[in-house]
């Protein structure tokens, strides 16, 4: 297949086009390269994806079943409707797997508005094109920050999702109700993924396990809100990949069972669908941060915090729905995990 991957530089993307590549799909990765964190992060990513493109890498984690696919990235911001809607217009894409986003609960407290070009009127961009091309199947990023408020856990989709606590929860809330309208009106097939705290190789600097690690390398206190007493689905990346493209396999369809007077909230008439993808089994921030400190070989210094404006105490993902769809099934426990990530980190930056 010919697969578009936007936000194909991102942490996610660029796992996904690894899979994707190694199985034989020709890939368009898409992303504006913004400056929310290190460039040159996202250009040493994409460095890695052509190079394997290329027959000149080896990936470990995704080996390839023989021919490797093709890779084309384009620079553009999916905000941009003209550009957005000639590539797809000119490459023909079987499915699509929209991960590009401006990412970050906190950030979103400072920067609304970014969140509104990038996660609303992007993917808007993003439905219209597939809705004029035949796409066979949208697959796109949503978050557990849509569960806001609800504190009723393990979080599951078959329960309500409409008090986000930050506006990048709300932008991605807002995704779904976007795709639903679509499907119904269009019969796209549309499949929303709430992520559940992702990490691994190649990571967002953003994130807690990367500023961790580089803050006790350095001997550097580490923040640690909430008093350390967070409670969140830690999920390994390529599980995380690994599912994204089991769902890109099985485009949704319509629910027959769906009652109009007891509508269910993850599946409807149209061919909608939205998933929990995380790993089941949540970990305390502490326990987490004890994890590193033991694959670092050095204690962390820990500065105590309360918890920040737009966090959630707790995470935790029933991913039933996922798992009779796909059969999805997480495999890497946080202590392999983490040791994968150091490697890495140790690796990159020596």
Known sequence: MKILVTGAAGFIGSHVCHFLLARGDDVVGLDNLNDYYDVSLKQARLNQIKLFADGELKEPWFPSNGKVGSFTFI?????NRDAVAALFAAEGFDGVVHLAAQAGVRHSLDAPFDYINSN??????ILEGCRRNGIRHLVYAST??????NTNMPFSVHNPADHP?????????ANELMAHSYSHLFNIPTTGLRFFT????????DMALFLFTRAIIA?????VFNNGHHIRDFTFVHDIVRGVVAVLDNPAMPDPNWDSNAPASASSKAPWRVHNIGNGQPVEL???IEVLESCLGKKAIMTMKPMQPGDVPDTSASVETLVEATGYKPETMVEEGIERFVK???????
């Open 75 to 79: 620079k553009q911001d999916i905000s």
């Open 344 to 350: 890495w980190y140790q690796s990159y930056y020596g």
């Open 120 to 125: 609303v009127t992007g993917f808007l961009t």
């Open 219 to 223: 001997g550097e206190p580490i923040n």
């Open 286 to 288: 502490l326990k987490y």
């Open 165 to 173: 606590v930050a506006l990048y929860g709300a932008t991605k809330r």
């Open 198 to 205: 992702v990490y691994g190789p190649w990571g967002r600097p």
């Open 144 to 149: 557990s920050s849509a569960y806001g408020a």
